[in-house]
């Protein structure tokens, strides 16, 4: 069965650091993988995604993803945060061909002055 | 502009009571999904459809049910069968093609149980 894991319920830095979350996936073939963030209250904002190719994914907002395939690991990373990349981060996996998506359980960054 | 609107934002139900949720897109695309979001739990699949008129049990459909007469829509009843409602639910959708895993969100509604 697929499982996505981030380690890291609560993450704090201060502003203008740099960042790494963590996600971990459990999957037989190359999966679809993905970033989302969320906004209190509001819905899940897709950041960056994985299909194939390039290991190192940019995305929107600053942030980038490395597919390492050997650690199956798919980290998100910001050079230097901002106050506004408050949020929850959600890492995601899904399989070729199929629809549905699996979310980790997230990691909540908050960001100090 | 394309989208997903989910009405309402807020809801409160008494204990007992169907309540429905709605689900609108104007993104043309065939999927679409049903999530509940509860704190430190992530997203759970309740329901999706891949076509008009078919849908599929996702990981939480007990206490839930859903219709696709349209293509663009997507309601979920939560019924009194639901022991505990109270969460965040965010409806999604997909296009299809290699890019079907990447899903689109509405902004979710938030349903307590009084």
């Known amino acids: 069965a697929q499982s996505v894991t981030q380690p890291d319920i609560h993450i704090t830095v201060s502003e203008g650091a740099s960042l790494e979350l963590r996600c971990n996936y459990s999957?037989?073939?190359?999966?679809?993988l993905f970033w989302y963030v969320q906004s209190p209250g509001q819905g899940l904002q897709l950041l960056l995604k994985?299909?194939?190719?390039?290991?190192l994914v940019q995305g929107i907002k600053g942030f980038e993803a490395e597919f390492k395939r050997s650690q199956s690991s798919f980290n998100l990373r910001k050079p230097s945060v901002h106050w506004s990349d408050a949020a929850e981060y959600f890492c995601?996996?899904?399989?070729?061909?199929?629809?549905?998506?699996?979310f980790g359980t997230g990691t909540r960054l908050t960001v100090i002055p | 502009d394309g989208g997903i609107t989910q009405s309402p934002k807020y809801l409160f139900r008494k204990e007992g009571q169907n309540v429905t949720l709605s689900c609108e897109q104007n993104?043309?695309?065939?999927?679409m999904y049903w999530y509940r979001q509860d704190p430190g739990q992530g997203l759970r699949l309740i329901y999706y459809?891949?076509?008009?008129?078919?849908?599929q049990k996702g990981d939480i459909a007990e206490g839930y049910s859903v219709s696709r007469e349209k293509k663009e829509s997507f309601p979920l009843t939560v019924t009194s069968a639901q022991k505990n409602p109270t969460a965040f639910y965010l409806c999604?959708?997909?296009?299809?093609?290699?890019?079907?895993?990447?899903?689109?969100f509405g902004p979710g509604t938030r349903l307590t149980v009084l």
């Open positions: 999957y037989g073939a190359t999966p679809y």
């Open positions: 993104l043309n695309h065939d999927a």
């Open positions: 459809s891949q076509i008009v008129n078919d849908f």
């Open positions: 994985y299909f194939s190719g390039d290991t």
């Open positions: 995601a996996v899904s399989q070729t061909g199929a629809n549905n998506l699996f």
């Open positions: 999604a959708s997909s296009p299809p093609g290699r890019e079907r895993g990447e899903q689109f």
